[in-house]
């Protein structure tokens, strides 16, 4: 016995020429690669999700962090020179944010030290040869 909800996805495939799995894969991710799809999910569970979050909470997520990132690059690039982002033009941005402020001036002076770290190594290695 049919249903209504087989004709209407009958209608749906006559008008719109793809059937039901077609539809799914193909707005599933809006056609875009997901970028940080991985990273996420360990985030997540670190932060208390389950092992294996739903791919909707994932590809939510990813469109909230690529919205944010979008974004601040644009804001960062009317407030600095045009076409260019800075480190001083994301600080300038988050300055007033002491949250945000903290965590990209801890990011920044981690970079250094690990910067030193590889230089002084290099210097060991090569002066060991």
Do not use: W
Request: glycine share 6%; charged share 35%; aromatic share 8%.
């Amino acid at each position: 016995m049919a249903t209504a909800d087989d004709s209407f996805d009958q209608y749906e495939e006559e008008e719109t020429g793809e059937t039901q799995s077609e539809a799914t894969i193909s707005s599933g991710t809006g056609g875009r690669k997901r970028l940080f799809s991985k990273e996420l999910r360990c985030m997540m569970y670190g932060f208390g999700d389950d092992q294996n979050p739903y791919t909707e909470s994932v590809d939510l997520l990813e469109d909230l962090v690529i919205e944010f990132i979008t974004q601040m690059t644009q804001r960062a690039m009317e407030v600095g020179r045009s076409g260019r982002v800075q480190v001083e033009d994301v600080m300038y941005l988050v300055r007033k944010d002491k949250r945000k402020y903290a965590r990209v001036h801890d990011l920044l002076n981690m970079n250094e030290e690990l910067k030193k770290a590889r230089k002084a190594f290099d210097e060991v290695k090569y002066a060991g040869v």
